[in-house]
């Protein structure tokens, strides 16, 4: 079955970056483009970007241009979504998840918190 | 950037009963090569991710209980449901994904029990 596994919670302190993956299972993982969204705390879905695993092609936000980063390692079906210069309004649940066209699966969400 | 705006903020509904959600785009999401209206519905449960509901502005996902359609086109669009039942209770999202790269979300409406 098709699976998007993240990684776990993230700490960081204000200026500093986060890497959050997401591990693809189910299906192939360079057959579907990859969305990441961002809720913070009793917010609605923000989205931030989305990238096509197959030729490693993004779309950012005008919000985040700059300081967000996606990529993949096609080998191990994996996403990255890197943000950088983290300020107390980035805290939030980061979920990545599969298709444009109505994204179908997502994974279970990784929260980060910015703090000093 | 195309702004997403959904009414009401919030509704509560008898269970059995029907359930209406707006959603409109500050421009058109029909794309006119396809005929394709580049909307999508999402539910989401507190501690959830969201759950894809409608695609294509009224494709069901499979799986999805078939008292939930959507319908609409251009700029103004609908989400129903027909006959609400206890585990409908979440917020619900519209999205359009024509406008590329910021596939934005309307702000959710949230439905409960009355």
């Known amino acids: 079955q098709v699976q998007l596994v993240q990684s776990g919670a993230e700490v960081k302190k204000p200026g500093a970056s986060v890497k959050v993956s997401c591990k693809a299972s189910?299906?192939?993982?360079?057959?579907?483009?990859i969305n990441w969204v961002r809720q913070a705390t009793g917010q609605g879905l923000e989205w931030m970007g989305w990238?096509?695993?197959?030729?490693?092609?993004?779309g950012y936000a005008q919000k985040f241009q700059g300081r967000v980063t996606m990529t993949r390692n096609t080998s191990i079906s994996t996403a990255y979504m890197e943000l950088s210069s983290l300020r107390s309004e980035d805290t939030a649940v980061y979920y990545c998840?599969?298709?444009?066209?109505?994204?179908?699966?997502w994974g279970q969400g990784t929260l980060v918190t910015v703090s000093s | 950037d195309i702004v997403m705006t959904q009414s009401p903020d919030s509704l509560a509904v008898s269970l059995g009963e029907r359930a209406t959600i707006n959603c409109k785009s500050s421009q058109s999401v029909l794309y006119s090569s396809n005929n394709k209206n580049y909307l999508a519905w999402y539910q989401q449960k507190p501690g959830q991710p969201p759950k894809l509901l409608i695609y294509w502005a009224s494709t069901r996902e499979s799986g999805v209980p078939d008292r939930f359609s959507g319908s609409g086109s251009g700029t103004d669009f609908t989400l129903t449901i027909s006959s609400l039942q206890a585990e409908d209770v979440a917020v619900y999202y519209c999205?359009?994904?024509?406008?590329?790269?910021?596939?934005?979300f309307g702000p959710g409406t949230k439905v409960d029990i009355k």
């Open positions: 998840a599969r298709r444009v066209v109505g994204a179908d699966y």
């Open positions: 990238m096509n695993p197959n030729s490693g092609n993004t």
């Open positions: 999205q359009q994904y024509y406008s590329t790269p910021l596939f934005t």
């Open positions: 189910g299906y192939t993982f360079t057959s579907y483009d």
